[in-house]
């Protein structure tokens, strides 16, 4: 592997976790990358692959400081004294700017700010987070029919292709 291929895997996305269910409970409109502010059993435990933000949520103080509540961050195995709490709340370093403007558009009535992923980038955690507002249950069972629609229309496509061949 030359140092371009290294250099390449280094900045690769390396995904520790997704949140499946803010996809479909919402719509989502606009996306922003955020690091976190992490003690170190936390990122071992992170790098161990072990993590959990389906029942997260991004909260903002008066301070103008955003924070990632209801995330679970196992503690380290091989800690001791300095582990951890698993569920703390964790501060997102963003830019001022970024975080008036998710503050805004999260008291406006209808919108809220969720954690989509957890990733690595270059050896640093980033969360990416979401401005979204919620689906209806029949905005997503029509989500789940096209969904549907387009797996069974590329099946169909592949037959047909394969057919074709022989």
């Known amino acids: ?23 479909h409970d919402y719509f989502i409109d606009k996306t922003f990358e955020a690091g976190l502010a992490l003690s170190g059993t936390e990122v071992k435990s992170l790098r161990a692959g ?22 679970n961050i196992p503690v380290y195995a091989s800690g001791s004294w300095t582990n951890h709490n698993p569920t703390q709340k964790r501060k997102l370093l963003l830019h001022k700017s970024e975080i008036r403007e998710l503050a805004q558009k999260v008291k406006a009535k209808g919108t809220t ?10 050896g640093i955690v980033k969360v990416e987070i979401a401005l979204a507002h919620g689906k209806q249950d029949w905005d997503k069972r029509e989500t789940l029919r096209r969904k549907q629609d387009e797996r069974e229309a590329a099946r169909a496509v592949a037959r047909f292709r394969k057919g074709y061949r022989n």
């Open 113 to 122: 700010a969720v954690p989509l992923e957890l990733y690595f980038i270059r």
């Open 50 to 71: 072990r993590a959990s933000i389906n029942e997260a949520w991004i909260d903002f103080d008066r301070r103008g400081e955003a924070w990632l509540v209801g995330a």
């Open 1 to 23: 592997m030359n140092s371009a291929q290294a250099k390449a895997n280094a900045a690769a996305k390396k995904a520790i976790a997704r949140n499946k269910k803010a996809l």
